[in-house]
């Protein structure tokens, strides 16, 4: 039986701990939009949380303005269509 990393962020990098692209990653969106497929609202809570944190987090560990894709990059995808 193979068992898979699950998609997480690796802090203060704000990388996938599984596959290493930015996070959240595709496979991360996808477990996210199942988990919270009955509150939106609440996925989107969510993600403000963890963007606000990687915002600060990645400032400090770059020493100037953390880019502006952050929105698109947490939220962006996550909207409802």
Known sequence: MSRTRPHLPMRPLWRCRACGAEWPCQPARLALLVEYRA???????????????????????????????????????????
């Open 39 to 81: 509150d939106r609202t609440a996925l989107l809570v969510y993600l403000s949380t963890l963007m606000a944190e990687a915002r600060a987090q990645l400032s400090q560990l770059n020493g100037h303005a953390v880019p502006e894709e952050l929105t698109e990059r947490f939220l962006g995808w996550a909207r409802a269509r």
